[in-house]
């Protein structure tokens, strides 16, 4: 059985990313690396941002009681490149 561990990232606000930012040119794109397990960037896959858009939430699938609520969502796809066709 494998050891369970906590895992409680810090999840930054609206502010945190402005601040992040406030330097740089408005040309720059923005890259996204995503861990390939909780905490585990060693060897995280690299998208870029494509949307930023108001999402609907069901609180119940967050396991918590009460209606809807709305969270602002950053998109990002597979960054730009090459890419083998899977077909079948």
Sequence with gaps: MADMFEHAPQVW???RLREAL???PDETPIHVGVADGPGDFDGYGEYVLVDAEPVEVDSDADGVDGPPH???TLFADARAGAYHLDVD
């Design 22 to 24: 406030a330097d740089l």
């Design 13 to 15: 606000t609206a502010a």
């Design 70 to 72: 709305v969270q602002f």
